[in-house]
């Protein structure tokens, strides 16, 4: 069946470091992908998508490419700040079976 | 636009007894999901809602049920809670196929004691 294998977190970074979380996926068909954020005491928020192949979601500094050929989406952001402290889902929707697979999440602490 | 509403946010129910949680999604949405979020687990799937039919379901037992009204509202009941059953519990609402993405409540925080 259709899987979402994300980085084992915590990634600790500094302020202005570079940031990429890696996730890659199994899936029969073309699945939509997407990244969410969870932060403290609140529920997961959309961060970014991206529909077909080749496609790049951005949103906020954060950017992520569906590479079909390697089936990743990695999530990258060039300059991370204290206020990006969170758990990144990666997650993918199968169009068939109408079903959401996400990761196990992988929280980033970054650092003043 | 109103967001996905989660009532209630907090909840402390004793070993045995029943809890009933309820979801309202956003305006135009007729998707409904339910997920379980535990710090060892992690983000776990419930099950799904659309047209209130109830079209996918996860690995949970007999106790876990949910419905869905012509509203499309959503309410999800746990029966004879276990210490097990304490975490918090995540509503989700999209359109139809999802492509879109969901929008999460804020979610429900339920202890067990």
């Known amino acids: 069946g259709d899987s979402v294998t994300q980085m084992e977190g915590p990634v600790t970074l500094s302020e202005e470091a570079f940031l990429t979380i890696n996730c890659t996926y199994t899936?029969?068909?073309?699945?939509?992908l997407f990244w969410y954020v969870q932060y403290p005491g609140e529920g997961l928020q959309l961060l970014l998508k991206?529909?077909?192949?080749?496609d790049k979601g951005s949103n906020k500094g954060f950017e992520a490419t569906y590479r079909k050929e390697t089936t990743s989406f990695h999530l990258e952001k060039g300059s991370v700040q204290v206020s990006d402290s969170a758990v990144y889902f990666c997650a993918l929707s199968d169009q068939g079976t109408y079903k959401y697979i996400f990761g196990t999440g992988t929280r980033l602490k970054v650092l003043a | 636009k109103a967001g996905v509403t989660q009532t209630p946010r907090y909840l402390i129910k004793t070993r045995g007894q029943q809890v009933t949680l309820s979801c309202s999604p956003i305006?135009?949405?007729?998707?409904v999901s339910w997920y379980q979020q535990t710090p060892g687990q992690g983000l776990q799937f419930l099950f799904e809602y659309f047209s209130e039919t109830q079209r996918n379901k996860g690995n949970f037992p007999g106790r876990f049920s949910g419905r869905q009204f012509s509203n499309s509202r959503s309410e999800m009941n746990v029966s004879t809670l276990e210490l097990g059953d304490s975490a918090l519990y995540l509503c989700?609402?999209?359109?139809?196929?999802?492509?879109?993405?969901?929008?999460f409540g804020s979610g429900t925080r339920l202890t067990v004691v």
């Open positions: 991206a529909t077909k192949a080749d």
């Open positions: 989700a609402s999209s359109f139809p196929g999802g492509e879109a993405g969901y929008t």
């Open positions: 305006s135009g949405h007729r998707s």
């Open positions: 899936a029969t068909g073309y699945p939509s």
